[in-house]
C-alpha cells in the first residue's frame, strides 16, 4: 500500500513529480522512488512512497523495472494471492520477496488484461510498456485503492490523490457541480469517477485504460472492464448446509490471505457480526502461528450508541485484549473537535458525510501507535450479504412489484415479528429512499446540476440491487475514505468480504439464505454461529463505529456551526451551491428535535464549508 505519481508531458517534469511526491508522502513513509526518462518527444515522471508490507528490504523500492527493459510499473496497493500466482505462473529467481515484482513478471507473461483476471487483491497500476509504445492504468475489481488524473495543456497526470495536484502551477480546486448537488441532495458521494474537484477524475474500478505516449494531448482511450461478477444464481439442488459451508471455507480463505505480511496485522472490531467474524477467524489463525490478536475499538462509554456491550463479549471469547479508542467532546473540547474534522476533510480529497471517517481516522491514529501497519476491516459484507435495513423492504418491493403480494407480505411480516427492522426505522433517514431530497437548503448552481438516483429502484430480484451498492452507492464511499483516513497514518485496510469471489457468492445466494425469518446477513449468521457469542451473532440492532454526533452538532459545536454558516461570505453561499436562509431555518428545525431532518442533512453543508476553506488556503 504506497502512493503514487506520474507524468507524461512535452516538457521536462521533475519539478511536479517532486512536488507530488511531498504531498503524498504520509501514504509512503519507507522509502521514495523517482525515475525520468524521455521517449520520442514526450517526458514521463514517475514518483512512489513506499508503506512496505512485504520484504521490507531496499529490493521493494519502486518504480521497478522488468529484466526485458519492456516494463516499467508504479503499484499501489497488495495481490494477497501472489505466492500461488508463482507457482501457477512458474516463476524462478525472484529479486525480491514482493508482490509487486510477481505482478510485473505475470504482466510479463501474459499481458495486463490477463494478469489482472488472475489477480486476487487491491491495486492502481501505472504500467509503461515501451515495446507498444503505451502507458496502462489499472485499478482492482472493487476500487479500493485510487487512481486519479487530469490533464492540463496537453499534458496527463496521474497521482494517488486529489491533493498531490496542488503541485501543478494554477491548480484551481473549484468544486465540481454534480458532486455537490448529490452529496446535498441525497448525502451521496463517489457514485461515479468525477471527483470533487473539476477536471480531475479517476479511472473506473475493474478497468484498463491507455495513453499514447507519443500523444498525451489524446488523454485515456480504450478503457475496458476485465471483471464483471457472475450473478447466476446457484443450483437449487445444492442444499443451503453445502451453500454455507462453502461460504465459511471462502470467508476463512479471503480473511487467512489477508493475514500475511511482514508486519503486525490487527483487526478493527466495531462489535458487529462482520468484524466479529474477521476476529474470531484471526485469532484461530495466528494462535497456530504464536500470534496474539490485537484488535481496535471505537467506543462511547455512556452514550446511548455504545457498542462497549458487544466489544467486551468479543474481548472475552477470544480472550484478547482489544483497544479502545473513543472521541471525548469533554476531554478534546468544540476546537478540538473542528480541527479534526477539517483535517480528515482535507486528507479525504472532499467533504466528509459524517463522523464516522473521523472515529475511524482516530482509530488508524491508534493503530500507528501500536505499530499496527496492516488492519482488517468488515466492510462489505452488509452489501454483499444484505445486511442494511433497506434490503428487507427492497426485497419485499421487488416481490409486490412481480404480483407476489402474499410472498411479500409474509416476508416483511418476519421482520416486523422479529423486531430487527421498525423498531430501528427512522424517517429522516428512509425518506431518501422514498423520493425525497434535501432540497430545500441547495442552492441555484447545484439545484440546476442535480440528477437524482434512484435509490429505491428494483428490478426482477435483490442481486442486482445490491450489485448497485457495490458499484455506486454504498461501497465507493466507504472505500474511499477508509483509504485516505488510513493512509493518512501510514496504515493499510485490508477487506476480505470485498474479495471478488465473496461478493460473487453473496450475489448469488438465494434469497432465503440472506434474508429468512426477519434477519438480515442469514447465511454469515449460520456459518459462523459455532465462533461467536450468541449476542454477537443474533444482534438484532445494527450500529457500526456509532457515536454521538447528533448531540454534539445541537450543543457543544452549535455556536461553531452559527458562525461559520451564518456567514454570508461563506464560500458554500457564495459558489451558489447552498442557500443560506433555507440552510439556517433546517440547522433550527434539527436543534429543536424534528425527527424529519436528518443529522447528515445539516452536517454535509457544514463540512462543505470548511473544505472549501481549507483548500482555498491549499491553493493560495
Not at 511531498?22 to 513506499?50: A, T, V
Not at 452549535?558 to 440552510?583: I, T
Request: glycine residues 8%.
Amino acid at each position: 500500500m504506497c502512493g503514487l505519481v506520474f507524468a507524461l508531458t512535452r516538457e521536462p517534469n521533475q519539478n511536479f513529480i517532486h512536488a507530488a511526491a511531498e504531498l503524498q508522502k504520509h501514504r509512503g513513509p519507507d522509502g521514495e522512488g523517482l525515475h525520468f526518462e524521455q521517449i520520442g518527444e514526450s517526458h514521463l515522471g514517475y514518483g512512489h512512497q513506499r508503506l512496505a508490507l512485504l520484504d521490507l528490504s531496499d529490493r521493494g523500492l519502486q518504480p521497478m523495472h522488468s529484466e526485458s527493459g519492456r516494463f516499467t510499473i508504479l503499484f499501489n496497493g497488495e495481490i494477497y494471492n501472489y505466492r500461488e500466482l508463482i507457482t501457477q505462473y512458474g516463476l524462478h529467481k525472484l529479486r525480491s520477496e514482493t508482490d509487486t515484482e510477481v505482478a510485473l513478471r505475470v504482466i510479463e507473461q501474459v499481458g495486463l488484461d490477463e494478469a489482472c483476471k488472475a489477480f486476487n487483491g487491491m491495486w492502481a497500476i501505472v504500467l509503461c510498456d515501451r515495446q507498444k509504445g503505451r502507458i496502462l492504468l489499472s485499478r482492482d475489481r472493487i476500487g479500493k485503492k485510487p487512481l486519479n488524473y487530469t490533464q492540463r495543456d496537453g499534458n496527463i497526470y496521474v497521482a494517488s490523490e486529489v491533493k498531490a495536484f496542488f503541485a501543478l502551477p494554477g491548480f484551481d480546486p473549484y468544486p465540481n457541480a454534480e458532486v455537490a448537488a448529490r452529496y446535498l441532495g441525497q448525502i451521496l458521494q463517489n457514485t461515479d469517477e468525477l471527483s470533487w474537484v473539476d477536471g480531475v477524475q479517476g479511472l473506473p474500478p475493474a478497468s484498463i485504460g491507455e495513453i499514447r505516449i507519443d500523444d498525451p494531448q489524446g488523454g485515456l482511450i480504450d478503457v475496458r472492464r476485465f471483471w464483471k461478477p457472475d450473478m447466476t444464481e446457484f443450483d437449487s439442488n445444492i442444499g443451503d448446509d453445502a451453500h454455507l459451508e462453502i461460504l465459511r471455507d471462502l470467508v476463512t480463505d479471503a480473511t487467512q490471505l489477508r493475514l500475511h505480511a511482514d508486519v503486525p496485522v490487527g483487526i478493527a472490531l466495531s462489535g458487529g457480526l462482520d468484524s466479529s467474524i474477521l476476529a474470531a477467524i484471526a485469532a484461530e489463525r495466528q494462535a497456530k502461528n504464536g500470534i496474539t490478536t490485537r484488535m481496535l475499538s471505537v467506543v462511547h462509554p455512556g452514550a446511548a450508541d455504545d457498542e462497549s456491550e458487544f466489544v467486551d463479549a468479543m474481548e472475552s471469547h477470544l480472550g484478547s485484549d482489544v483497544t479502545r479508542v473513543s472521541l471525548d467532546m469533554t476531554g478534546d473540547g468544540p476546537d478540538a473537535i473542528l480541527d479534526l474534522i477539517t483535517r480528515c476533510n482535507h486528507m479525504n480529497d472532499g467533504p466528509l458525510s459524517s463522523m464516522s471517517a473521523v472515529l475511524f481516522y482516530k482509530l488508524m491514529e491508534q493503530a500507528r501507535e501500536q505499530g499496527i501497519t496492516a488492519v482488517l476491516t468488515g466492510q462489505g459484507a452488509d452489501e454483499a450479504f444484505c445486511g442494511y435495513r433497506k434490503f428487507p423492504i427492497l426485497e419485499a418491493k421487488s416481490r409486490f412489484k412481480s404480483g407476489k403480494i402474499l410472498s411479500g407480505a409474509s416476508f416483511l411480516a418476519g421482520f416486523v415479528g422479529n423486531r430487527t427492522m421498525l423498531g430501528q426505522f427512522k424517517i429522516s433517514e428512509a425518506k431518501r429512499y422514498l423520493g425525497a431530497r434535501n432540497a430545500s437548503i441547495m442552492g441555484p448552481v447545484t439545484n440546476d446540476a442535480y440528477v437524482p438516483l434512484g435509490l429505491s429502484d428494483v428490478g426482477e430480484g435483490i442481486a442486482p440491487r445490491q450489485l448497485v451498492d457495490i458499484e455506486r452507492l454504498s461501497v465507493p464511499h466507504l472505500c474511499h475514505y477508509e483509504d485516505r483516513m488510513s493512509m493518512a497514518m501510514s496504515r493499510e485496510v485490508r477487506s476480505p468480504f470485498l474479495d471478488y469471489r465473496v461478493i460473487e457468492m453473496g450475489l448469488r445466494l438465494p434469497v432465503h439464505l440472506k434474508m429468512q425469518r426477519g434477519w438480515t446477513k442469514f447465511a454469515l449468521r449460520e456459518a459462523f454461529e459455532d465462533k461467536l457469542p450468541a449476542s454477537i451473532t443474533w444482534r438484532k440492532d445494527k450500529k457500526g463505529f456509532a457515536n454521538p454526533e447528533g448531540t454534539w452538532f445541537k450543543a457543544e459545536l452549535k455556536p461553531r456551526v452559527l458562525d461559520l454558516m451564518g456567514d454570508p461570505a461563506n464560500p458554500v453561499y457564495q459558489l451558489g451551491l447552498v442557500d443560506r436562509a433555507a440552510y439556517l431555518d433546517l440547522y433550527k428545525a434539527f436543534c429543536k428535535g424534528d425527527k424529519r431532518v436528518w443529522f447528515k442533512d445539516v452536517f454535509a453543508p457544514f463540512s462543505l464549508s470548511l473544505w472549501l476553506n481549507d483548500w482555498k488556503r491549499q491553493g493560495t
